[in-house]
C-alpha cells in the first residue's frame, strides 16, 4: 500500500506546481477554425475593480444560456465542450480571452483550391454559435476578434500567394514559414465584419504544433492589443509635458534675472513665489507620472511578450512577403519607443525640476542667512548701547546709592551729637562720602562680575 505524504508539503506546493499547466495549448487537427477574443473590463477610473469577478460574471452567463455549470470563483482556467463547439477561457491580469472551436464541413472541399474555395474559408466560423445577446453584453469590452483558419496542405493548399487577396483586405500581406512545417498568412487589419483574420497551414506539423502555434499567433494579436493601449497616453501625456517644460524654462530665466540685477538679495517675496510655482510643477509632473506609470510599464511587459512569442516561432521568410517580425518592427516598435520615449522624458524632467527646487532653496537659505546676520549685527549694535546705556546708568546709581547712604550717615551724626559726642555731622558726612562712593561703585563692581 503506497503511503500518502501530501501532509508534509508547503501550502504553497500544489498551487505554484500547478500554475506552469494552468494554461496548456490545444490539441488541434486541420481543418480547425477558431474565432477568439480578448475582453478588457479594466477601467482605470473605477479604483479597486477586480477583474477576475468581473470575467468570471460574463463567462458565468455564457455557460448558464446553455445549462452548463461554471467554474468556481477564483477560476482563471476553463474549457468546455460544448457539442456543436468548444470553448477554452483564460484570465488574465487585464484581460480574459474567449477561443471557440469548430471542425469545417469539408465535404465540399475541391481537389485543388480555387479562389471561391479560399474566400469561403471563414464562412463556418464558430462565431455563428456564439448567442447575439451575450456578444450584444460585450459592447465596449472587446479589444481583441479574430478569426483563425487551421488548414491542411495536402487537402486544401497549394501555392496561396494569388489567391489570399479575396481572404484579407489590407494592401500588405504580411506571412512566413514557422517551425519548418508550416505557412501563417495575416494582414492584420480589423475586416469588414469587425475581426481580424489569420490563416494556419499545416504542412506536416508534429503532434501538439498546430495547438502550440496557434495560441502564440493569437497572443501575439492579443498583446499587440494590450502593448498599443499606452501610445494613446504617451500621446496625450507628451503636451502636458512640453507646457511643464515651457513653465520651467521660464522660472529658470526668471531666476537667472534675478540673480543677476543684485548681488545681495535682502527681500525673498519673488523668491517664495518661484519655489511655489516649482512645487506646482512638481506635483502636475508626479501625478503625471503616477497615471502612467502603470500603463507604460505595462505596455514594455506586452511589448516583450509579443517579441518572445515572435521568436518562439522561428520564422522563416517567403519570398516577396515581409514576416511578421519585419511588419511588427516597422509598425509597433514605433509606438512601444513612443512610450518609453514618454517614459524618459517624464523621468528627465522630474529630475530638472528637482535640481531647480534644490537650486532655489539654497538661494532663499542663503538670503535668509543674510537677514539672520543683519538681524544679528542690529542685534549686536543694540546690546553695545543697552551697555553704554547701563554704565551711564550705573554711574548715576553710584551717584544716588552714595546720597542716601551719606544722608543715613548724617542722621546718625546728628544722633550721636544730640547724645553729648562732641562731633561736626556736616564735616563727618562730608569726609565720607568719598569713601562711601568708591565702597558703593566697587560693591557694583563685585556684584556684575559674579553675575556674569
Not at 535640481?355 to 544679528?376: A, F, M, P
Not at 542716601?404 to 565720607?432: E, Q, R
Amino acid at each position: 500500500m503506497a503511503l500518502n505524504y501530501t501532509h508534509i508539503n508547503h501550502p504553497l506546493r500544489i498551487p505554484l506546481a500547478a500554475e506552469i499547466h494552468s494554461r496548456p495549448s490545444l490539441r488541434l487537427r486541420s481543418p480547425e477554425l477558431l474565432t477568439h477574443f480578448a475582453i478588457f473590463t479594466h477601467d482605470e477610473g473605477e479604483s479597486g475593480a477586480d477583474n477576475l469577478s468581473q470575467q468570471l460574471a460574463i463567462l458565468t452567463d455564457f455557460c448558464t444560456h446553455f445549462g452548463v455549470a461554471a467554474p468556481a470563483a477564483g477560476a482563471k482556467y476553463f474549457f468546455h465542450d460544448f457539442g456543436r463547439f468548444r470553448l477554452k477561457w483564460e484570465c488574465h491580469t487585464e484581460f480574459a480571452t474567449y477561443s471557440f472551436l469548430d471542425n469545417p464541413d469539408e465535404s465540399g472541399a475541391e481537389a485543388a483550391p480555387s479562389l471561391k474555395q479560399v474566400e469561403r474559408i471563414f464562412d463556418q466560423v464558430p462565431l455563428r454559435h456564439v448567442p447575439q445577446q451575450w456578444l450584444a453584453s460585450l459592447e465596449g469590452k472587446v479589444m481583441v476578434a479574430a478569426h483563425v483558419a487551421l488548414i491542411s496542405a495536402t487537402k486544401f493548399w497549394a501555392g496561396p500567394a494569388n489567391l489570399l487577396h479575396g481572404v484579407f483586405e489590407g494592401g500588405v500581406l504580411v506571412g512566413s514559414k514557422v517551425i519548418e512545417r508550416g505557412e501563417v498568412w495575416t494582414d492584420f487589419l480589423i475586416q469588414a465584419d469587425g475581426f481580424s483574420r489569420f490563416i494556419v497551414c499545416d504542412q506536416d506539423f508534429l503532434d501538439q504544433q498546430p495547438g502550440r502555434t496557434i495560441q502564440r499567433i493569437l497572443e501575439i494579436e492579443t498583446y499587440r492589443m494590450m502593448a498599443l493601449l499606452g501610445l494613446p497616453q504617451a500621446q496625450a501625456a507628451a503636451p502636458v509635458l512640453s507646457a511643464i517644460e515651457n513653465e520651467l524654462v521660464q522660472l529658470t530665466a526668471a531666476m537667472t534675472v534675478a540673480s543677476g540685477q543684485q548681488g545681495e538679495l535682502s527681500d525673498t517675496d519673488a523668491e517664495q513665489k518661484m519655489l511655489r510655482e516649482i512645487i506646482d510643477l512638481a506635483a502636475r509632473i508626479e501625478k503625471l507620472v503616477l497615471e502612467n506609470s502603470y500603463r507604460f510599464s505595462a505596455s514594455k511587459a506586452y511589448f516583450s511578450l509579443v517579441n518572445a512569442r515572435i521568436d518562439e516561432l522561428r520564422e522563416s521568410r517567403i519570398e516577396g512577403i515581409p514576416t511578421i517580425a519585419e511588419f511588427m518592427e516597422r509598425r509597433l516598435a514605433p509606438a512601444m519607443h513612443t512610450c518609453e520615449a514618454i517614459v524618459r522624458r517624464q523621468e528627465a524632467l522630474a529630475a530638472r525640476i528637482a535640481h531647480t527646487n534644490d537650486l532655489l532653496r539654497t538661494r532663499v537659505g542663503i538670503v535668509q542667512e543674510q537677514q539672520n546676520r543683519k538681524i544679528l549685527q542690529s542685534m549686536n549694535q543694540r546690546a553695545a548701547q543697552q551697555l553704554r546705556l547701563q554704565q551711564a546708568v550705573e554711574g548715576l546709581s553710584v551717584a544716588a546709592i552714595s546720597y542716601y547712604v551719606a544722608g543715613l550717615f548724617s542722621y546718625a551724626g546728628k544722633g550721636l551729637k544730640a547724645l553729648g559726642v562732641n562731633i561736626n555731622p556736616d564735616m563727618l558726612t562730608g569726609l565720607l562720602i568719598p569713601v562711601i562712593a568708591l565702597a558703593v561703585w566697587w560693591g557694583l563692581r563685585r556684584m556684575h562680575k559674579s553675575l556674569h
